[in-house]
Every structure is written in C-alpha cells, then in structure tokens.
C-alpha cells in the first residue's frame, strides 16, 4: 500500500510539473519540437495532462501507453497506423497476434484526441499524440525525459501483415530480435535500451509459460529462469489455463521506470525470453546489460536518444498523409 500511494503522489506531482527534457539531436528535418509551437500552444500540455489521469487511476496504462507507440512504429513507420479500425479497405493492425487481446489504451489516445480537436482543430496529429504520450508516461512512471520532435501526419492505410511479422515477440530469439531492429535502421544499442521499458508493465502467462516448464530454452542453459523465481510463477501460470493471468515485467519496481530490469537480467528473473536473451553467454550485448544494471543515468540517456531514433522511423510529413480527425478512421 505505502509503495502504491508514493508512485500515486509522483504521479500527481508530475502531472503539475513544468514540461523540462533533455534536448536532443532530432535526427532529421522535418521534425522539430517546436512544431506546434504557433499553431497549437498548449498541445504539449494537454497531452501531459490526460495522460496523467490515466496513469493516476490506473499506473498499468504507462506501460500501455509506451507500447503503443513501440508497435505502431515498426509497422510503416510512426504514422499511427496502429489507431485505425478495419473499415472499408482498411483491416486493422489491432487484429495481429501481437496486438490482438494485448494492445490497449486507445480510449485515452481518444481522450486527448478529443481536447485537442477542442483545442485547436485538425491541427496535432495521432501520430504525434502517439509520440508525447510515451514520453510522458515514461516520466510519469520515474523515467527519463525527452524533447519530443514533432510534425508527424498520419497514414491513410494499415499493414496487418507488417504488424504481424515486424512487431518483435515474446520467444524472440536475440538474433531475431536484432535483424527486427536492423530492419528499422535501429542497432544493438537501441535494442537492449528500449528493451529496458519493460521495467513496467505485465505480460500474459501464455507470453512465457514455455520458461516455466522447459527450462532448458531450446537446449541452452543460459536461457533458464532462476528456479525460485519460476517457483513462484507457477501456481498462477499452470501448464493449461491462467493464459490471461497478469505478471509484472519487472517484479522489483513494477510501476517505477528504472535500470532494475536489466539487474533482473544478471540474476536470471528476466520473465520473457526476448528478455532474457540479452544476457546470455553468445549475446553481444551482454556488456550494454552491465552498464545499464550499473548505471542509471547512463541508461536513462540512451532511451532517450533511442526512443528519439525510434520516433523518427519514416515519418509522413509535408503533404503526405493527413491529420486525422478521429484516430480511429481516416477522413472521408
């Protein structure tokens, strides 16, 4: 109860705190944060605001909220696609197995959606919403703040197909996970610091069930969960049923955005094996591990330039595209 109310007191706390991130190289120009600057003075703020909501009637939806921007990205780029409803021509993405029944937090993307057409109509698109609303939920939950660039328009189409095989998966080996991440022009440091998200948020007992009961991860000892750690796992992630069953990601500090994920990586407690493959015995990346479990600060610079990178992937900017009015369909 004591740890609930203080991250419900920061929560609180940040929603009132003045919009201060670290400035970074954008990475291109076409996106700049100043974006809306003129046209739409208190976007960034209302963003921050509805967002805050969320998270403070239910800490779950940051993680949520940070995903989504995760998963429309690698599918044609930050153009949230992800937002639109099978309609006409369109067949949604939401519908892929990696969002399917997984993917959520698309009300409150409607919320703040909502007060901007208010605000200043047909002028801040989804796909930007997208981009502050994770930002903001990672700072929200104690992590790493970022100047946002900005001027992102939204796509007219949708990709189930680049949904269902660019999206990386929880049994992800770690030279799938890395040719996915090649794929977006990302590199290995960009994987093992944007892996760190899932210092919040839960996955579904069918997610990881395989780690409980064939610890062996296809031949390779590394790949083993701790066995207490699975211990505790199973009463609630039995062979058969329970595959809705929520776990947190990160069970030290389920809802604080910190480095304990990549320490929970040293010590084998990885619950997903996408996880845990960045800290096996092969993996080039075992030393980014290290670095992250040892230093925070460190960690939380390079989400941030990665989460910048990432943001950047193909945006449609100019006359390509267009600013949604609904994000849920395309404007007739």
Not at 69 to 85: E, N, P, R, T
Not at 248 to 253: I, P, V
Not at 278 to 305: C, G, R, W
């Amino acid at each position: 109860m004591a740890w609930s109310m203080s991250f419900l007191a920061a929560v609180f706390l940040l929603a009132f705190a003045p919009i201060c991130c670290f400035s970074l190289n954008t990475g291109g120009s076409y996106l700049h944060p100043q974006f809306y600057w003129g046209s739409c003075p208190n976007a960034q703020e209302i963003v921050k605001s509805v967002v805050a909501q969320a998270v403070f009637k239910e800490p779950r939806m940051a993680a949520s909220l940070l995903r989504l921007h995760f998963h429309d990205c690698f599918v044609q780029g930050c153009d949230a696609s992800l937002l639109l409803d099978s309609s006409g021509s369109i067949v949604s993405e939401k519908n892929s197995n990696p969002n399917r029944n997984s993917a959520r937090g698309f009300e409150v993307i409607d919320q703040i959606k909502s007060a901007l057409e208010k605000e200043c109509p047909k002028t801040v698109s989804c796909a930007d919403i997208l981009a502050l609303a994770a930002r903001d939920s990672t700072v929200i939950a104690g992590g790493p703040c970022w100047e946002v660039p900005l001027g992102r328009r939204d796509s007219r189409s949708a990709s189930l197909s680049g949904s269902n095989n660019n999206i990386p998966t929880p049994n992800s080996t770690f030279e799938t996970l890395l040719s996915k991440f090649n794929r977006q022009g990302l590199d290995i440091v960009d994987l093992v610091a944007l892996s760190g998200s899932h210092t919040i948020g839960d996955a579904r007992c069918t997610s990881f069930r395989q780690r409980l009961y064939n610890q062996t991860g296809n031949g390779k000892p590394d790949y083993r969960l701790d066995p207490s750690f699975a211990a505790l796992l199973r009463p609630r992630c039995p062979r058969s049923g329970g595959d809705q069953n929520l776990f947190f990601l990160d069970c030290a500090t389920p809802f604080w955005f910190d480095n304990s994920y990549y320490r929970n990586l040293l010590a084998s407690r990885g619950l997903l094996n996408s996880d845990q493959v960045l800290f096996t015995d092969s993996a080039p990346s075992v030393e980014l591990v290290k670095i992250y479990a040892e230093d925070n600060a460190i960690f939380f610079e390079q989400f941030a330039k990665s989460m910048v990178k990432m943001g950047n992937l193909s945006p449609l900017t100019g006359a390509r595209g267009e600013i949604r009015t609904n994000c849920r369909k395309i404007n007739s």
